[in-house]
């Protein structure tokens, strides 16, 4: 079968650094992608890591690790807008199909 | 960016009535749109891959003659739920694929079926 795990709630301090991981299991590969998503609104792109290594757009940053079938994303110094849900997402083939993570729900606090 | 949206954003209808669901792309051409579901606290599940003038693709476990799709123009792709009952319940998310110097999804805000 095809996975994508993650931690299912995070809570961290507003200003803190906190990281989001995903690891996963599938039969094939092209790229992991991360996605925000509030409460009834619509997933947003965050980024993409195609290969190895740190990807960095602002305060987000993403990893990938395919040897270790591992990412994770990176938030800086948060904010009381980020509490959200965060959804790792892999292209299985080329279609452009997205198989989603379970998700992880973080809670920036004051 | 690229602007995907969605009619209705919710509904509610009584079971066994059916519902169509509005997906498109505002300001470009999408050959290729997908519907997901999502359930309260959950992940979005892909249901079906929507192409422009050809059937739909539909992922293991989709009842292709429940969940009927068409995607009759480039900008256009929509999803009847047929005969809804209550375990239908759930919010529809569609996302449309641009092409071009980067493929990259976008989705729209969603539809919240009720059904009672």
């Known amino acids: 079968g095809q996975s994508l795990e993650q931690p299912s709630e995070v809570t961290a301090v507003e200003g803190a650094i906190v990281q989001i991981n995903c690891t996963y299991q599938t039969s094939g590969f092209y790229g992991l992608s991360w996605y925000q998503q509030h409460d009834g609104g619509a997933p947003t792109f965050l980024s993409y890591?195609?290969?190895?290594g740190l990807e960095e757009t602002g305060r987000f940053s993403s990893f990938l690790s395919r040897s270790d079938s591992y990412g994770y994303l990176l938030l800086q110094e948060l904010q009381m807008k980020d509490s959200a849900s965060y959804f790792c997402?892999?292209?299985?083939?080329?279609?452009?199909?997205?198989?989603f993570g379970s998700g992880t729900r973080l809670l920036v606090r004051p | 960016g690229a602007v995907v949206s969605q009619h209705p954003s919710w509904v509610i209808c009584k079971s066994g009535t059916s519902v169509k669901i509005e997906c498109r792309s505002l300001d470009f051409q999408a050959t290729t749109m997908f519907w997901y579901r999502q359930f309260p606290k959950q992940s979005l599940m892909l249901m079906a891959t929507?192409?422009?003038?050809?059937?739909?693709?539909?992922e293991q476990g989709v009842e292709k003659d429940k969940f009927l799709i068409n995607h009759a123009s480039l900008t256009l792709s929509t999803l009847t739920v047929t005969s809804a009952h209550p375990e239908d319940s759930s919010f529809y998310i569609c996302?449309?694929?641009?092409?071009?110097?980067?493929?990259?999804?976008?989705f729209g805000p969603g539809t919240r079926l009720t059904v009672l």
């Open positions: 996302s449309a694929l641009t092409s071009g110097t980067v493929d990259e999804q976008f």
């Open positions: 890591n195609g290969l190895d």
């Open positions: 997402a892999s292209r299985m083939d080329s279609s452009y199909k997205l198989i």
């Open positions: 929507s192409n422009e003038g050809s059937k739909a693709t539909y």
